[in-house]
């Protein structure tokens, strides 16, 4: 058996209107799709955000490697255009060394032709 206070309270209490009932349910739907609009929108930008940073660092790496490419690229036409030079000085010593080796010939020719020409000389007083 129920007291009679518990028989007033419940008959203090109305019960709510189904129609108040779906309102509030509706809103709360809303809020929610809101929220969870709100939370997605969220951890979109999060996502785009996150997608810039790796793009530019990528296109960083990218730059970096491609710069150090060039430099090595330089480096090795650097070097070449060095060892042309430096052929270029050897051959122009090569040559001044045969230039020099064909004149010291030359005159070692011209001695021993006089040398014979002078026997020559002698061969002919001594025949006469």
Avoid: W
């Amino acid at each position: 058996m129920s007291s009679p206070n518990q028989e007033s309270t419940c008959s203090d209490h109305e019960s709510p209107d189904p129609s108040f009932i779906a309102m509030d349910i509706q809103e709360r739907i809303r809020e929610l799709k809101a929220d969870k609009d709100r939370r997605m929108n969220a951890v979109v930008e999060e996502a785009a955000a996150a997608f810039a940073d790796i793009r530019a660092r990528y296109i960083d790496y990218e730059n970096q490697r491609h710069n150090k490419e060039r430099h090595r690229q330089a480096e090795e036409v650097h070097s070449i255009l060095v060892a042309l030079e430096r052929q270029s000085e050897i051959q122009d010593k090569i040559e001044a060394i045969l230039k020099s080796c064909f004149e010291t010939t030359r005159l070692l020719e011209n001695m021993i032709l006089v040398g014979y020409a002078g026997r020559e000389e002698d061969l002919k007083k001594c025949t006469k």
